[in-house]
């Protein structure tokens, strides 16, 4: 299964960026091997609306089907779930931990976003 994790930087030992619109990537992991593609999101950083559908529109497009994220606003959030991606928020640390908590399931899908519209 591929999971979606907002990262600071461009490896598993990078860490969760708490954005989700404005994170400055996305890690995409497979869980079963543990291999990963870098998704560059910093063009996002800049945008001052729209910032999270935009982004969720990236996660949908690399096929993830679980985000991990520190943070993720009520658009994006709405825009995940339609597209049946189970969003997990209030996540911190090193992106591989993050990924090895949730496949040992320490970390569960959030009922509605944590943060409103245009939080930066």
């Known amino acids: 299964m591929k999971i979606a994790v907002t990262s600071s930087g461009k490896d598993l030992s990078s860490q969760i960026d708490p954005r989700f619109g404005r994170a400055a990537y996305f890690l995409i992991v497979d869980t079963e091997t543990m291999e990963f593609q870098v998704v560059d ?7 001052s609306h729209g910032a999270g559908p935009q982004a969720a529109q990236k ?3 690399h096929n993830a089907k679980v985000l991990l994220t520190g943070n993720c606003g009520p658009n994006a959030f709405r825009a995940l ?3 049946g991606i189970e969003v997990v ?3 911190a640390g090193a992106v591989k931990e993050a990924v090895e ?20």
């Open 89 to 91: 928020i209030n996540v």
């Open 41 to 47: 999101n910093t063009q996002g950083m800049g945008f």
């Open 59 to 61: 996660i949908v497009d």
């Open 101 to 120: 908590r949730y496949k040992a399931g320490e970390l569960q899908a959030a009922d509605t976003p944590n943060v409103p519209g245009h939080w930066r």
């Open 81 to 83: 779930q339609a597209a």
